[in-house]
């Protein structure tokens, strides 16, 4: 800052550059690392066992809110944290169900996949604004830093986290993405040239293709608010851009998340997220009844 009939958005075509060359990691790879770990726990998420879930991002806005509301809910999940640095981990409290890894590096991450029934990735490239811009005397640059672009934060690391998770079996990935991937000339693309729909498009893609169930939620634009309070609509393919509804609490976001991994009619989905006003309409509960609304695979 939703497959009827859907309007797939194209891989990213051949005139733009890859800023790096991609570090592929085969999922031969991952599967002889597992044939060397101890034997995964292979379970569907409805047994009455509590599901391990692990939150990529997980020091991220929303990322830690979905990690906290995992571990309030002690009976039905187990949670663990994947996070970029140490620091990182310290802000979460620091605790041994967080590892601390690299997305763009598959072998660093795998030892946070071992055992997991079910993942939530909520990592994404960050654009920062250019030194000296001043965005009262018009529109600021923003750039990347090297080595985080989209292409390697949303498609490369992305990529490594879905093969990582194919590999121990999970039954289910939610992946939070943005609204607006459907038209490339989105604004957000032109931020540092990175092109970040595309490449979380490409990703997404690429879940939807992998055999995994999965649920694939296009959030609005993010804001910092209470969760809860709202009424919460759903959509597909960029249909709630063209209305005055396109924003959403991340701990909305977060609780959406959490229910996905608990409803049966979330899985092989794709929906855009917003919420009306605080104050219109009637705070949503049934998370069940949203979710199957939506009938798009992508």
Same mark, same amino acid.
């Given at each position: 800052m939703a497959l009827i009939s859907p309007r797939v958005l194209p891989s990213p075509p051949l005139s733009i550059p890859s800023i790096h060359k991609p570090r592929?990691?085969?999922?031969?790879?991952?599967?002889?690392?597992?044939?060397?770990?101890?034997?995964?726990r292979v379970r569907a998420m409805a047994d009455s066992e509590k599901a391990t879930v692990l939150v990529t991002g997980a020091a991220g806005r929303t990322g830690k809110i979905v990690y906290q509301k995992l571990k309030e809910r002690p009976t039905q999940f187990t949670a663990r944290g994947l996070v970029h640095t140490p620091e990182s981990k310290e802000t979460i409290g620091g605790a041994d169900d967080v590892f601390v890894g690299d997305i763009r590096d598959a072998d660093s991450i795998f030892p946070a996949f071992e055992g997991i029934d079910a993942l939530v990735i909520l990592t994404s490239a960050v654009p920062k604004m250019k030194p000296g811009s001043d965005p009262s005397k018009g529109r600021p640059e923003f750039y990347y830093e090297d080595g985080a672009y989209p292409e390697q934060v949303d498609w490369i690391g992305q990529k490594n986290q879905?093969?990582?998770?194919?590999? !121990? =079996?999970v039954k289910q990935i939610v992946l939070v993405g943005s609204m607006g991937g459907t038209d490339p000339n989105n604004p957000l693309n032109s931020l540092g040239n990175g092109n970040i729909l595309i490449w979380k498009r490409k990703a997404e893609q690429y879940l939807s293709d992998s055999g995994i169930p999965y649920t694939i939620i296009r959030a609005g634009g993010l804001q910092d608010k209470e969760g809860g309070i709202r009424e919460l609509l759903v959509g597909k393919d960029d249909e709630l851009l063209k209305t005055d509804t396109r924003t959403i609490a991340r701990a909305d976001v977060a609780e959406v998340c959490i229910q996905a991994l608990q409803i049966e009619e979330a899985k092989f989905k794709a929906l855009d997220l917003a919420s009306k006003?605080?104050? !219109? =309409?009637?705070?949503?509960?049934?998370?069940?009844?949203?979710?199957s609304q939506i009938t798009a695979r992508f």
């Open positions: 592929w990691v085969s999922a031969q790879r991952f599967q002889e690392r597992r044939r060397g770990a101890c034997l995964v879905i093969d990582a998770a194919k590999a !121990v =079996g006003p605080e104050g !219109v =309409g009637t705070p949503t509960k049934d998370f069940k009844a949203l979710l």
